[in-house]
């Protein structure tokens, strides 16, 4: 699902999701917007411990160019 946003507007992107967490400008002029949610992980039968996904769009000339994600679970289904 991720990959569907390669190629789609910065609009879209807010439309859809909203204000992001975070942004930063990078040096080629692109802009980073961040989206953080938090969610229980529990690993190996250890106890569950929050801990926040990560979400970020690079976003070049209005149009979104690249996506990335950390500490986020397999199965976030993000449209």
């Known amino acids: 699902m991720m990959k569907s946003w390669v190629g789609r507007s910065r609009d879209d992107l807010l439309r859809a999701h909203g204000a992001p967490n975070l ?28 801990t926040e996904c990560r979400l970020s769009f690079t976003v070049s000339k209005n149009v979104v160019t690249a996506w990335s994600k950390a500490r986020c679970p397999d199965l976030l289904d993000w449209k």
């Open 23 to 50: 942004t930063a400008a990078l040096s080629s002029g692109d802009t980073v917007y961040t989206y953080l949610t938090s969610w229980n992980r529990a690993e190996d039968g250890k106890p569950a411990e929050m």
